[in-house]
Antibody
């Protein structure tokens, strides 16, 4: 059974850097074809894909946020870390991590963590 | 503004069949397969359909997907009250070094 869980601060100040950790079980990020992605959802709004890291350390980023995002993996700890710089109130959202495998997209998802950006 | 276009809302009565559309372009739906996600109120999204028309295990066969050209559709037959949720389409986009793109979501109301 695959499970994922997001962790990190619930409140960050504008201009600060957000660091979120996705801890997973039930699969290995060293298995060919496997990836972990991050997706966010502002309150009452649509899903927005942020980043994806593959088993071979290939990384993809949302073109609109690429300059602010970094995704890394620690295979030994079963963790994926997402950092987002220069946080702004518009970045207030629930941030999800999810397992990814080829055309199946994202399945399953973590429970999500709400991050509020406010001074 | 989302890359994939969905109607913001849809509705139906129990037992009815409803469809939700998802429109894209040649770089996303036109070139790649489409996935659909269901998000029940207050919960994380769940994969409902992948590769245009495949159901993960556990998803009832009342849910079906199709794709034609640069558009896709999700159909729900025998509508039930527990189907009331937000539905999102998604596809890989080959432009700009590749990216996943989502639709704006459709809120389905069971009347």
């Amino acid at each position: 059974q695959i499970t994922l869980k997001e962790s990190g601060p619930t409140l960050v100040k504008p201009t600060q850097t957000l660091t979120l950790t996705c801890t997973f079980s039930g699969f290995s990020l060293s298995t060919s074809g496997v990836g972990v992605g991050w997706i966010r959802q502002p309150p009452g709004k649509a899903l927005e894909w942020l980043a994806l890291i593959y088993w071979n350390d290939d990384k993809r980023y949302s073109p609109s946020l690429k300059s602010r995002l970094t995704i890394t993996k620690d295979t030994s700890k079963n963790q994926v870390v997402l950092t987002m710089t220069n946080m702004d109130p518009v970045d207030t959202a629930t941030y999800y991590c999810a397992h990814s495998r080829a055309a199946r997209g994202f399945d399953p998802w973590g429970q999500g963590t709400l991050v509020t950006v406010s001074s | 503004q989302s890359v994939l276009t969905q109607p913001p809302s849809a509705s139906g009565t129990p037992g009815q069949r409803v469809t939700i559309s998802c429109s894209g372009s040649s770089s996303n739906i036109g070139s790649n397969t489409v996935n659909w996600y269901q998000q029940l109120p207050g919960t994380a999204p769940k994969l409902l359909i992948y590769s245009n028309n495949q159901r993960p295990s556990g998803v009832p066969d009342r849910f079906s997907g199709s794709k034609s050209g640069t558009s896709a559709s999700l159909a729900i037959s025998g509508l039930q009250s527990e189907d009331e949720a937000d539905y999102y389409c998604a596809a890989w986009d080959d432009s700009l070094n590749g990216a996943w793109v989502f639709g704006g979501g459709t809120k389905l109301t069971v009347l």
